[in-house]
């Protein structure tokens, strides 16, 4: 049989990432135990946030993080346990524990000591990104725990054939969102997209064509997209079932904030 020829559907522009899974690599990372990683997207590409998948045996512990970095995590499959370290009145340590499984997600704030240990095998995507802080006077941003399946779906657009759950509350105290997107077969977005916030995309199921930068691209379930800011990009879904992805951007940030 011959080797594949140096043949793939992973193309990388200078605006735009799709690494398909022929090309994955898998990476251990200091501090964890039993995870490995395929990291998508870093600084290194000219990303401002890291987006992976963490691929877990079970017992396998991903420990928290530097100071100013925020974590946000969405099981795939398996069963994992976050344990989260909170302080009472500057006295009293308290630790909660917490169950998330297949289609839960959680997201802990920078400067909050957690620990995450699959209980079984599991496979989960992670979003790391600095937090940019807007206004002292706003609010605390604490940590929180959903289920995909507990959320309202809404329609973007009106169009009742694409429908979107937000995994993130809403306001100017976080400063990134996460989405899961959901398109009838033969729906598609109304219009080419191009804007300052960028994208990391991971198809979860289904397939489709998108557009990124002036390239066309055929995806399917297992593909990553990291979209630049002003990346034009828009998607349509082809197939006999819906294609769902997941989506990162960042927002409510003036550009000029560091």
Sequence with gaps: MLPNLGETRSSLKSDHLLQTPDTFIRTPLPGTAGVEFIVHCGPRIGAGFTMMTAEFSAGGLLPDLPGDIQRFVYLVSGELEVCLQTTEQAVHSVQATHRVVRGGFVFVPAGSPHRIQAKTAA????????????????????????QEDDLPSEPLGGDPALQVKRMMPDGTAYDFAVNTMTYDPGASLAMVEVHIMEHGLLMLEGGGIYRLGDNWYPVTAGDFIWMAPYCPQWFGAIGKVPAKYLIYKDWYRHPLAK
Aim: proline share 0%.
């Design 123 to 146: 496979t989960a995507v992670v979003i790391e990104k600095s937090f940019i802080a807007v206004d002292e006077k706003i609010t605390k941003v604490c940590a929180f725990f959903g």
